[in-house]
């Protein structure tokens, strides 16, 4: 069973960049695809960014293209969001999640295994 811990949140400005971190408790062999989700307060948990762990291929959220870049570094178990010119309509809590799919996903119902989240917060 994978376990993932995610990190990086932090209070920043608007315009400012941040990366997200999460690492997974062991590689995720086989058809496994990494997601990151956001929650802001009083909505629902939203899709972001995702990225099949074999091949690379990505997917992103409308309101995160051209910002927002998700990558994975095999030798650490690592998925990172990297993200640029933040708004204050990103700020939320940011989930790491994975899924044993063959096709990337965007729905979290896909998604068994969460992280902690860790919190953004983008000022004006």
């Known amino acids: 069973q994978v376990q993932l811990v995610d990190s990086g949140g932090g209070l920043v400005q608007a315009g400012d960049s941040l990366t997200l971190s999460c690492v997974a408790s062991?590689?995720?062999?086989?058809?496994?695809?990494m997601g990151w989700f956001r929650q802001a307060p009083g909505k629902e948990r939203e899709f972001v960014a995702a990225i099949r762990w074999i091949g690379g291929t990505t997917s992103y959220a409308d309101s995160v293209k051209g910002r927002f870049t998700i990558s994975r570094d095999n030798a650490k178990n690592t998925v990172y969001l990297q993200m640029k010119s933040l708004k204050p309509e990103d700020t939320a809590v940011y989930y790491c999640?994975?899924?044993?799919?063959?096709?990337?996903?965007?729905?979290?119902?896909?998604?068994?295994?969460w992280g902690q989240g860790t919190q953004v917060t983008v000022s004006s």
């Open positions: 062991e590689r995720p062999y086989g058809n496994y695809v």
């Open positions: 999640a994975a899924a044993r799919r063959l096709t990337l996903v965007t729905t979290r119902s896909e998604y068994g295994y």
